[in-house]
Protein backbone atom coordinates (compact mmCIF):
# COMPACT_ATOMS: atom_id res chain seq x y z
CA UNK A 1 0.00 0.00 0.00
CA UNK A 2 0.91 3.88 -0.40
CA UNK A 3 1.21 5.78 2.59
CA UNK A 4 -0.06 9.61 2.76
CA UNK A 5 0.86 12.17 4.78
CA UNK A 6 -1.54 15.66 4.77
CA UNK A 7 -0.30 18.80 5.51
CA UNK A 8 -1.58 22.32 5.04
CA UNK A 9 -4.38 22.17 7.05
CA UNK A 10 -5.48 25.46 10.03
CA UNK A 11 -7.93 28.61 10.85
CA UNK A 12 -8.87 30.61 8.52
CA UNK A 13 -11.69 32.83 7.86
CA UNK A 14 -14.73 32.79 5.51
CA UNK A 15 -13.77 33.63 2.32
CA UNK A 16 -9.99 33.09 2.66
CA UNK A 17 -8.46 30.38 0.67
CA UNK A 18 -6.13 27.13 2.00
CA UNK A 19 -3.80 24.98 0.12
CA UNK A 20 -3.37 21.12 1.54
CA UNK A 21 -1.17 18.75 0.35
CA UNK A 22 -0.89 14.90 0.45
CA UNK A 23 2.77 13.73 -0.16
CA UNK A 24 2.67 9.56 -1.22
CA UNK A 25 5.22 7.18 -0.12
CA UNK A 26 5.98 3.20 -0.81
CA UNK A 27 4.57 1.49 -3.11
CA UNK A 28 4.87 3.64 -6.43
CA UNK A 29 2.38 6.66 -5.47
CA UNK A 30 2.06 7.49 -9.46
CA UNK A 31 0.39 4.14 -9.77
CA UNK A 32 -2.43 5.13 -7.85
CA UNK A 33 -6.18 7.42 -8.13
CA UNK A 34 -5.53 9.87 -5.01
CA UNK A 35 -8.57 12.22 -3.70
CA UNK A 36 -9.56 13.78 -0.70
CA UNK A 37 -12.81 13.13 1.34
CA UNK A 38 -13.61 15.09 4.53
CA UNK A 39 -15.51 14.35 7.58
CA UNK A 40 -17.33 17.12 10.36
CA UNK A 41 -18.14 15.82 13.41
CA UNK A 42 -21.29 13.87 13.78
CA UNK A 43 -20.95 13.08 10.00
CA UNK A 44 -20.13 10.49 7.27
CA UNK A 45 -16.82 10.93 5.57
CA UNK A 46 -17.21 12.80 2.76
CA UNK A 47 -15.67 12.37 -1.20
CA UNK A 48 -14.71 16.10 -1.95
CA UNK A 49 -12.50 15.74 -5.08
CA UNK A 50 -10.49 13.22 -7.03
CA UNK A 51 -7.71 12.86 -9.97
CA UNK A 52 -6.35 10.23 -11.88
CA UNK A 53 -2.99 8.36 -12.05
CA UNK A 54 -2.18 11.07 -15.07
CA UNK A 55 -3.77 13.89 -13.59
CA UNK A 56 -6.10 14.11 -16.68
CA UNK A 57 -9.11 13.68 -15.47
CA UNK A 58 -10.75 15.36 -12.17
CA UNK A 59 -14.03 15.06 -10.21
CA UNK A 60 -15.30 17.35 -7.12
CA UNK A 61 -18.79 16.84 -5.05
CA UNK A 62 -21.55 19.33 -5.60
CA UNK A 63 -20.73 21.11 -2.16
CA UNK A 64 -17.33 22.42 -3.53
CA UNK A 65 -17.81 22.27 -7.53
CA UNK A 66 -16.52 25.82 -8.67
CA UNK A 67 -14.47 26.60 -6.07
CA UNK A 68 -11.93 23.76 -4.93
CA UNK A 69 -9.78 22.36 -7.71
CA UNK A 70 -7.44 19.35 -7.04
CA UNK A 71 -4.29 18.79 -8.86
CA UNK A 72 -1.21 16.63 -8.83
CA UNK A 73 2.93 16.36 -9.19
CA UNK A 74 3.59 12.66 -9.94
CA UNK A 75 7.36 13.98 -9.78
CA UNK A 76 6.95 14.83 -6.32
CA UNK A 77 4.15 12.56 -5.64
CA UNK A 78 2.30 14.86 -4.27
CA UNK A 79 -1.41 15.95 -4.31
CA UNK A 80 -2.82 19.55 -3.83
CA UNK A 81 -6.49 21.03 -2.81
CA UNK A 82 -7.02 24.24 -3.58
CA UNK A 83 -9.65 25.74 -1.47
CA UNK A 84 -11.04 29.15 -2.55
CA UNK A 85 -14.21 30.90 -1.31
CA UNK A 86 -13.99 29.13 2.02
CA UNK A 87 -17.34 28.82 3.88
CA UNK A 88 -18.02 27.85 7.55
CA UNK A 89 -19.64 24.83 6.08
CA UNK A 90 -16.55 23.27 4.83
CA UNK A 91 -14.96 22.72 8.27
CA UNK A 92 -14.18 19.37 8.72
CA UNK A 93 -11.34 17.02 8.99
CA UNK A 94 -9.61 16.66 5.43
CA UNK A 95 -8.34 13.29 4.71
CA UNK A 96 -6.17 11.80 1.69
CA UNK A 97 -7.25 8.76 -0.16
CA UNK A 98 -5.92 6.60 -2.88
CA UNK A 99 -6.48 3.38 -4.84
CA UNK A 100 -5.16 1.47 -7.20
CA UNK A 101 -6.40 2.16 -10.81
CA UNK A 102 -7.35 4.84 -13.18
CA UNK A 103 -9.85 7.21 -10.79
CA UNK A 104 -10.89 7.15 -7.23
CA UNK A 105 -14.15 6.05 -5.76
CA UNK A 106 -16.21 8.26 -4.36
CA UNK A 107 -17.19 6.10 -1.66
CA UNK A 108 -15.11 5.94 1.29
CA UNK A 109 -15.56 2.41 1.96
CA UNK A 110 -13.95 1.86 -1.49
CA UNK A 111 -10.84 3.55 -0.85
CA UNK A 112 -7.33 1.47 -0.05
CA UNK A 113 -5.53 3.99 1.84
CA UNK A 114 -6.20 6.94 4.21
CA UNK A 115 -3.97 9.62 5.53
CA UNK A 116 -4.13 10.54 8.83
CA UNK A 117 -6.37 13.84 8.23
CA UNK A 118 -5.73 17.50 8.58
CA UNK A 119 -7.94 20.02 10.38
CA UNK A 120 -9.76 22.70 8.51
CA UNK A 121 -11.77 25.04 10.12
CA UNK A 122 -13.23 28.19 8.93
CA UNK A 123 -14.29 30.98 11.11
CA UNK A 124 -16.88 33.94 10.29
Known amino acids: QVQLVESGGGLVQAGDSLRLSCAGSGRTPSSYAMGWFRQAPGKEREFVARISRSGNRTGYGDSVKGRFSISRDNARNTVYLQMNSLKLEDTAVYFC?????????????????WGQGTQVTVSS
Open 97 to 113: AARMGILLPTEANEIES
